[in-house]
């Protein structure tokens, strides 16, 4: 398996323009985790999956931001109009669940987003 | 959700000398886990601990659960280059499929 797979890895825009962010998660995975860090904040959950379904994105910090999981083997990260304080590196993570409860989380090399 | 605290915030070490990070709450725990990230990297899995006064050995790494799954601790045994990082602790959320992680511990170590 390739693991998690995240793309692009880098992106630079200018302010109010929109990002999109892709994650394909491991195959079988029921769940999957959008993290934004930085060096202030640390390492943020945004917000997460169970079999497609968003559970929670109570850690989303705005209107401005959106994710969507279509089907079980891709996800999306919007952010419109993006801002310069949106700059952060993203990180997509899936696992999977074992009798309720969810194992290791297996994290992409993440998307390094810079805003002008 | 269940916070985590990490100490310290930074480390320097000369290579050969120990380390140890520690995670802290003021709730009982139901289990932790510890990722790693290398500069430049993202978080990889390390362990998780489930049992109240646990302790695993990964080669120098030794890590220990408290009896009142209250904290827990990473131990580097004879740091090498290759430590270099950052150790994050993570606690499970009340739902217990998300995570919450401590701010990590960055790691330098000098040859």
């Known amino acids: 398996d390739a693991g998690v797979i995240q793309s692009p890895r880098h992106e630079v825009t200018e302010m109010g323009q929109e990002v999109t962010l892709r994650c394909k998660p491991i195959?079988?995975?029921?769940?999957l985790f959008w993290y934004r860090q930085t060096m202030m904040r640390g390492l943020e959950l945004l917000i997460y999956?169970?079999?497609?379904?968003?559970?929670?994105d109570s850690g989303m910090p705005e209107d401005r931001f959106s994710a969507k999981m279509p089907n079980a083997s891709f996800s999306t990260l919007k952010i419109q109009p993006s801002e310069p304080r949106d700059s952060a590196v993203y990180f997509c993570?899936?696992?999977?669940?074992?009798?309720?409860?969810?194992?290791?989380?297996?994290f992409g090399p993440g998307t390094r987003l810079t805003v002008l | 959700g269940q916070q985590v605290m990490q100490i310290p915030q930074y480390q320097h070490v000369q290579e050969g000398e120990d380390f140890t990070t520690y995670c802290n709450s003021s709730?009982?725990?139901?289990?932790i886990q510890w990722y790693k990230q290398r500069p430049g990297g993202h978080p990889v899995f390390l362990i998780q601990?489930?049992?109240?006064?646990e302790v695993k050995k990964q080669k120098r790494l030794t890590f220990q659960f408290g009896e009142a799954k209250k904290n827990s601790s990473l131990h580097i045994t004879a740091t090498q280059t290759t430590d270099v990082g950052t150790y994050f602790c993570?606690?499970?959320?009340?739902?217990?499929?998300?995570?919450?992680f401590g701010k990590g511990t960055s790691l330098l170590v000098t040859p």
């Open positions: 993570a899936s696992s999977l669940s074992y009798r309720g409860i969810t194992m290791e989380q297996f």
């Open positions: 195959s079988g995975h029921d769940y």
């Open positions: 999956f169970n079999n497609n379904v968003p559970i929670d």
């Open positions: 709730t009982t725990l139901s289990n």
């Open positions: 601990l489930v049992k109240s006064g």
């Open positions: 993570a606690a499970f959320s009340n739902s217990g499929y998300a995570l919450n």
